[in-house]
């Protein structure tokens, strides 16, 4: 059975399965830089949302032997748990206000991402694209992002340049940029562990940019004045290589690194080691000091 036979197959026994006392829906999931998962959803009649339960998965234990009946047990356990007991508030999402008060950016590849692009407010940043998003916690599913469509921007009367305005008013506050030596972030995630060899900082000069979460970090590139501090005590321009969307490494260029060389390098390790949805670029930038700058 292949793949696309095998999501008609699990829909139809879900649907057996689930029977009148919920809806299941199959659908796609447009992740970051056009990766597209399939994926489920059983929602019950007393909710207003359901997990997403992506199908990939289970189609590689299907390859492994496990049989239809088996998985469409083991995708409804994982609904159960994950299932939202009630209806989530959306009330912060008909007040213009409050969405100017809460709205976020980040940032993502142009070219990989076009098509989506479309469908989302954004504004063009060297081959970067900065979106917008709502960070919305509720007791029901915790912490969750929400990106703003072009849709509701336009229902809400919401133009890019407000939005624009908005999120670099709220993004380096709620998500301030944290910029620290690469030694220093290996002991971090370390977590305590022995790190015997570990390279002194003087021998490991590179630094990491992000945010306290970790998560949609390289957005510190957007922000004003991110890289003055660093640029100012190195006394130097900086390489600015995007190791992903998440968190971006900064080099002195007065250090042995050529731009021809980090470029090489950045290209290696998004087609080795960086998820592919988790890409933010190719390419290396300059931080030019003199001009407090981003530059490709």
């Known amino acids: 059975m292949n793949y696309n036979q095998f999501k008609d197959e699990i829909l139809i026994c879900l649907k057996e399965a689930v029977g009148v006392r919920g809806s299941v829906r199959l659908f796609t999931v447009h992740k970051n830089n056009g990766i597209t998962l399939w994926a489920v959803s059983v929602m019950d009649e007393d909710n207003n949302i359901a997990p997403s339960i992506y199908l990939e998965r289970y189609y590689q234990l299907y390859l492994k032997g496990r049989t239809v009946e088996e998985l469409t047990h083991l995708i409804l356990a994982e609904n159960f748990r994950k299932q939202i007991r009630r209806p989530i508030d959306t009330e912060i999402f008909q007040d213009p206000d409050a969405v100017c008060d809460r709205v976020l950016f980040r940032v993502i590849n142009y070219d990989m991402n076009e ?73 971090s995630l370390a977590e305590g562990q022995c790190m015997a060899g570990l390279p002194a900082e003087e021998d490991l000069p590179m630094y990491i940019a992000g945010n306290d979460d970790r998560v949609f970090g390289a957005a510190v590139i957007a922000y004003p004045d991110s890289f003055r501090a660093l640029a100012d005590s190195l006394a130097s321009d900086l390489y600015i290589i995007p190791s992903s969307i998440h968190e971006l490494i900064l080099i002195a260029t007065t250090e042995r690194f050529g731009h021809e060389e980090l470029s090489e390098m950045v290209m290696e390790i998004n087609a080795t080691q960086v998820p592919p949805q988790e890409v933010l670029s190719n390419h290396v930038y300059t931080y030019v000091r003199g001009r407090n700058l981003v530059m490709m």
């Open 115 to 187: 098509e989506f692009l479309k469908e989302v407010p954004y504004r063009r940043l060297l081959d970067l694209a900065i979106i917008y998003y709502l960070e919305v916690e509720d007791p029901a599913i915790g912490k969750a992002t929400v990106i703003l469509r072009s849709r509701e921007a336009q229902r809400l009367g919401l133009s890019e340049e407000t939005l624009f305005r908005s999120a670099l008013a709220n993004t380096p506050r709620v998500k301030p940029a944290r910029i620290e030596s690469m030694t220093s972030a290996l002991i």
